[in-house]
Structures are given as C-alpha cells and as structure tokens.
Nanobody, 118 residues
Framework: QVQLVESGGGLMQTGGSLRLSCAAS????????MGWYRQAPGKQRELVAR???????TYADSVKGRFTISRDNAKNTVYLQMNSLKPEDTAVYYC????????????WGQGTQVTVSS
C-alpha cells in the first residue's frame, strides 16, 4: 500500500502562482510514476502532469509552459509549480502514484482544491 498526502492548494487570482506538494509513504519502492490529475465540476478527471522515477515527464497541453512538475526521490515527494494561473485551472487536484508492479496499482491522494478567481 502507498499513502499520499497533498498540500498547497488554495485561492489565487488570475496570473498568480501556487505550489502543490504530495508526499508518499508506505511501499514507496513500488512506485514508478507520480503525477497530478484534476477534476473540475461536471468534468472528468484529467491528467495534468506526470513524472517517472527516471525523470520522464508528460504535461497536458493546457498547462505546458505554465506548470512544472518535479520529484524528490529521496523524500518520496512530487511537486507541481503552477504559474500564470487561469480561472479554467480551477479544480480539485489529486496526487497519483502508479506502481511498477503488474498489474499496475494506482493510488490517490485525498485531493486539494485550487480556485483561481478572475
């Protein structure tokens, strides 16, 4: 089992910045990729950014150039630096950890609200 604890959400004005953190504990050696997903009201959960243990990164097109994901493997923590925030970034952000096991297990954090006011 892997436990994920998120922090850093909140309310920000358009153009502002926020930084999300997600600390993993438990069977961390099973973790391959960690990432952030978000879900806005009435919409499906979508990938925001993902980073693997070896540093391979994927971003959603909507956040490229504005968001940066990073990972501290020693601390088992992943970060999401969000700059130039827009109202459409408003959502609940969920941390995800995917294991190297087969089948892959996905673990989720409790979610943190990010609200961007116009």
């Amino acid at each position: 089992q892997v436990q994920l604890v998120e922090s850093g959400g909140g309310l920000m004005q358009t153009g502002g910045s926020l930084r999300l953190s997600c600390a993993a504990s438990g069977n961390v050696f099973d973790i391959n990729a960690m990432g952030w997903y978000r879900q806005a009201p009435g919409k499906q959960r979508e990938l925001v950014a993902r980073i693997t243990t070896i540093g391979s990164i994927t971003y959603a097109d909507s956040v490229k150039g504005r968001f940066t994901i990073s990972r501290d493997n020693a601390k088992n923590t992943v970060y999401l630096q969000m700059n130039s925030l827009k109202p459409e970034d408003t959502a609940v952000y969920y941390c995800n950890a995917a294991t190297i096991t087969w089948p892959v297990n996905n673990y989720w954090g409790q979610g943190t609200q990010v609200t961007v006011s116009s």
